[in-house]
């Protein structure tokens, strides 16, 4: 019932997908909303169309493998596909193929994984079977293809990264994509692989049915009053409709404040509704029900009939049992099957007695334990049988922690602290608990839990003996970190100077480690060189430790950065490129203990204007750290991210990672650095013209923060707010927040970010109507980039003297702004070079160079759309308009007569004035920006001598008349 427009919008796919390109096609919706049945209605449609359409859903968590979802979707069409023909894929595809891919393993037998256990080495790397699956998708779509994955907000992080990897490049094959998803659910990554996809892209969001569609749903029993309190306690959502429709009495819901959408509790209604279904169960369907229950939402029979006690033939009469009544479904395998939804598991799971379920958990441990499984498949049913002192319970949970600590961080945690609840909390097993306390911590940190994590490390602390270690060093890093994210830097500090101090005079990992949190806490504060002290000794605890490579590339990305801070180009330029060659070495298993030395050699890079090389590096430590689950803990790589990708043009990718910052920020982030990203979301949107922020994160406001800007993080967070601020048409509020960070000189500033706070000072100056405050800016801008000797630098400060200059002297600022396009353009600063560029067709027009002043801005305005930047591409549209506009010549006499002139523009505001047009109206005839009317209004004001648009109006009629005053029409 109902989905009226999506069905119509799958339609129009299906009947032009032939003869397209690929195209993705999200369908979001909360649990319950009709996601899956969408789907299966496409599934009929592209049959209608003679089209083949494959499906596959990710499985729950606890029974989670890699590229699921793929796997269910393509595992049998693949073996097909291999049995031969013109399209049989190459030995070495199948081979990297069948390593992942069941139905190929006998194909290719070296690639065969063992029974439980994750996928051989892929023999063509992982790009190479990315590539196999985007020729095996060419392969299948004859003559197209709907590939429909469901339930993709519980995806496995390598199905999320090959849908990223597929969709970073158009692909010429007409394949559907279709990911059904719960978008609050969805993985970072996921919606960033969306945001910035090459592919063709729509959205269908499924919202509640309509009153109408729930009629039709509800058929006969629609008396109005229970009608309408049914409708407002499932809120449209259509599981819900159903379940209080089978099990309610026509009469008002007995609570209407319930939510069905809610996490928590099910409203006593739906799950009502759920237990009447297997009250009609007989009793060995009942009991295979539940079994399945504890085995998960996806099981296979032989463990369900193991955990019910249940014989080969009785489990499967069951099974047809619970298949006929519709309460679970086949998936992949001949013995695979799931409930036809978590719901359902849920309420069945929850009816089962609390001793027959541990018995039930136990029997499945035992069950796959004796199957050879991993403790990641044992560990759900061990964590709910084991008891306290249970020792070989806690080390298969701490295993299993262990193993999927880097995948699944929140599982981690949670089995990590069922195991700590087993161990005794003193004697011989103390040592045991504070590993398994500093492992917690890292995993809660991980997953976004900071303050959780803060505690539980604290706490390890406390309890660690005096004499250094591995771990004690470790937990004593990671809290400082916390510390300083959530906002508590003075603490950080004296938790590692006490921790270092304990370490005098031991060289090794342990006192680096705590030297470069050190380092990082006096950078952040602002205090480079202090910073730098400290990066070094860091490089002398460790100079001659054999492993040290990922410490020394911190060290050294720190210590080039707060050098280009301080002015010290030269030691900044060779610790950077000492920095960039021990990265470049790294293996992956190197890179992966140090992911922040990506990022600190990322951000020494863009301090010394080389953007390619950064954004590589910093793409490295941001890739390791979603993988690793560690993004939360590397706050400051979105920012840095975010600004190179604006730099060198791509605005719409530095959307995307501006706003993965706030996703990130919003889950884990303490209250600054909430703000902070907020901060970046909204400055990153005013270049693609579109400065909505995520829903509930980027449109609230972010109070600027008082006192002096403490380091560069703050500096360019402050600077994001005031250039929001002075676009937004606030130019004291920009100013205010500039004199407020940095003070009357802008001292408080480092020189690098000085450069850009006086050019933008320069531009609210020049709003603002204070020309000699804006010339005094610019200067203190020139004299920061004479410091610095970098190009950008150089440009950035040549830019604002340009327009401090334009209006007094139009010539020489002309000369100014083309030395500053050149040099930005040299530091590879794409976007102000195109405002620099911008500037120069505004003053060849200025000087009368009209016809070169047009083709400048002509190309200002294509580069603008290109890359995305609609609000400059729309400002160089209206100074070529201007253009038109420039002072016609006045008839013989009229200079001499001091009868005024106005320019043709102005004529035309003047007249529109006069026919009652408002401000807003001529703007939208004209189009042109409301302040550009606004300007041109006033120079006419000043040019006839009048004050009101009364009076002008009044002027422009006796003028039409009697031809009163020549020149003005």
Wanted: proline share 6%.
């Amino acid at each position: 019932m109902g989905r009226r427009s999506e069905l119509r919008t799958l339609e129009l796919l299906l009947a032009g997908l032939k003869d397209s390109r690929g195209r993705v096609l999200e369908i979001i919706g909360e649990p319950g909303i009709g996601k899956t049945r969408l789907l299966g209605e496409l599934e009929q449609a592209a049959a209608a169309h003679g089209l083949p359409a494959l499906t596959g859903r990710a499985p729950e968590p606890e029974r989670r493998i890699p590229f699921g979802p793929f796997v269910d979707a393509l595992d049998d069409r693949l073996a097909d596909l291999a049995a031969g023909g013109a399209a049989r894929p190459t030995h070495d595809t199948l081979r990297s193929l069948g390593s992942v891919f069941p139905s190929l393993a006998p194909l290719v037998p070296a690639a065969a994984p063992a029974a439980g256990t994750h996928p051989a080495p892929l023999p063509l790397g992982l790009h190479g079977f990315y590539r196999a699956v985007r020729q095996s998708l060419h392969a299948l779509a004859v003559p197209a293809l709907v590939l429909a994955l469901d339930d993709m907000h519980r995806a496995d992080e390598e199905s999320v990264e090959l849908i990223a990897q597929l969709l970073r490049r158009p692909i010429d094959t007409p394949v559907l994509l279709v990911l059904a998803h719960r978008h609050r659910q969805t993985p970072v990554r996921l919606r960033a692989a969306l945001a910035g996809t090459a592919w063709d892209h729509e959205r269908l969001q499924l919202g509640p049915l309509s009153d109408r569609d729930m009629a039709a749903l509800l058929g006969e029993r629609t008396s109005t009053p229970w009608h309408r309190a049914l409708y407002q306690e499932s809120r449209g959502n259509p599981l819900y409709l159903k379940a209080l429709h089978a099990c309610m009495p026509q009469g008002l819901p007995a609570d209407p404040s319930l939510t069905p959408g809610d996490a928590g509790e099910l409203p006593p209604a739906v799950e009502a509704a759920l237990l009447a279904e297997l009250d009609a169960l007989s009793p060995h369907g009942a009991l295979l029900a539940r079994a399945a229950a504890v085995a998960g939402e996806s099981f296979d029979v032989p463990l369900a009939a193991e955990i019910a006690s249940l014989d080969e033939a009785v489990a499967l009469g069951a099974i047809d049992e619970l298949a006929a009544q519709d309460i679970i479904r086949p998936t992949a395998g001949p013995l695979d099957f799931s409930f036809r939804h978590a719901l359902v598991r849920r309420v069945v799971y929850d009816s089962t007695s609390p001793g027959w379920r541990l018995g039930a958990h136990a029997r499945a441990a035992v069950a796959l334990r004796r199957a050879g499984l991993p403790a990641a498949a044992r560990a759900y049913h061990v964590q709910c049988t084991a008891a306290v002192g249970d020792l070989d319970a806690a080390e298969v949970l701490a295993e299993a922690a262990h193993a999927v600590r880097v995948q699944a961080p929140a599982t981690a945690a949670q089995w990590l602290r069922t195991a700590l609840r087993l161990i005794p909390a003193a004697g011989e097993h103390t040592a045991r608990r504070l590993e398994l306390m500093v492992l917690l911590g890292t995993a809660l940190g991980a997953s976004g839990h900071l303050q959780a994590s803060r505690k539980v490390l604290h706490e390890a602390l406390a309890g660690f003996p005096g004499e250094p270690s591995a771990p004690r060093a470790e937990a004593a890093a990671l809290c400082a970190r916390l510390d300083r994210q959530l906002g508590r830097p003075v603490e950080a500090g004296e938790l590692l100077d006490r921790e270092i101090a304990a370490l005098r005079g031991a060289p090794g990992v342990e006192r680096a480690t705590l030297e470069l949190e050190r380092a990082q806490g006096e950078f952040a504060a602002g205090e480079s060189t202090t910073s730098r002290e400290w990066a070094y000794r860091a490089l002398a605890t460790v100079r001659s430790h054999p492993s040290a490579a990922p410490l020394q590339a911190t060290a050294l990305g720190i210590a080039a950065s707060a050098a280009c801070l301080a002015a010290d180009r030269k030691a900044a330029a060779r610790e950077a490129d000492r920095a960039a060659e021990l990265l470049d070495r790294m293996l992956d298993e190197e890179f992966t203990r140090r992911q922040d030395a990506g990022a600190w050699v990322g951000w020494s890079e863009l301090l010394l204007e080389r953007p390619a090389e950064a954004l590589r590096h910093v793409d490295r430590a941001l890739a390791f750290a979603r993988y690793g689950g560690q993004a939360a803990l590397l706050p400051n790589v979105f920012v840095a991210r975010t600004l190179l990708l604006h730099s060198l043009g791509r605005l719409h990718e530095a959307r995307s990672c501006a706003e993965e910052g706030v996703d990130l920020a919003q889950a884990s982030g303490g209250g600054e650095e909430r703000a902070a990203a907020r901060v970046l979301n909204r400055w990153a949107g005013l270049w693609t013209g579109d400065p909505t922020a995520p829903p509930g994160a980027g449109l609230r406001p972010v109070e600027p923060r008082s006192g002096p800007a403490e380091g560069l993080f703050d500096s360019l967070s402050r600077y994001m707010q005031a250039e929001h601020r002075l676009e937004s048409g606030d130019a004291e509020g920009c100013l205010t927040l500039a004199r407020t960070g940095g003070g009357p000189g802008f001292e408080a500033f480092d020189p690098w970010s000085r450069v850009s706070w006086c050019e933008l000072v320069v531009r609210a100056e020049l709003a603002a109507g204070r020309a000699p405050e804006a010339r005094r800016a610019a200067d203190l801008g020139a004299r920061a980039a004479g410091r610095l000797g970098l190009p950008g630098r150089t440009g950035l400060a040549l830019l604002g003297r340009a327009q401090a200059l334009a209006a007094r002297a139009p010539a020489g600022a002309l000369e100014t702004a083309t030395s500053a396009v050149e040099a930005l353009e040299s530091a590879g600063s794409v976007m102000d070079a195109l405002r620099a560029r911008m500037l120069v067709g505004t003053l060849l027009a200025a000087c009368g160079r009209t016809d070169e002043a047009e083709v400048c801005l002509r190309e200002v305005q294509t580069a603008c759309a290109a890359y995305g930047a609609r609000p400059m591409a729309r400002r160089a549209l209206a100074a070529r308009r201007d253009l038109d506009c420039r002072p016609a010549a006045a008839p013989a006499g009229a200079a001499e007569a001091g009868r005024p002139s106005l320019t043709q523009r102005e004529k035309q505001v003047a007249s529109l004035v006069s026919e009652g047009l408002t401000n807003r109206q001529i703007a939208q005839r004209l189009f042109l920006a409301e302040k550009t009317v606004e300007m041109h209004l006033s120079r006419v004001f000043a040019k006839l001598g009048v004050s009101s648009r009364t009076a002008l109006a009044s002027l422009l009629i006796r003028a039409a008349a009697a031809a009163v005053q020549p020149g003005l029409l």
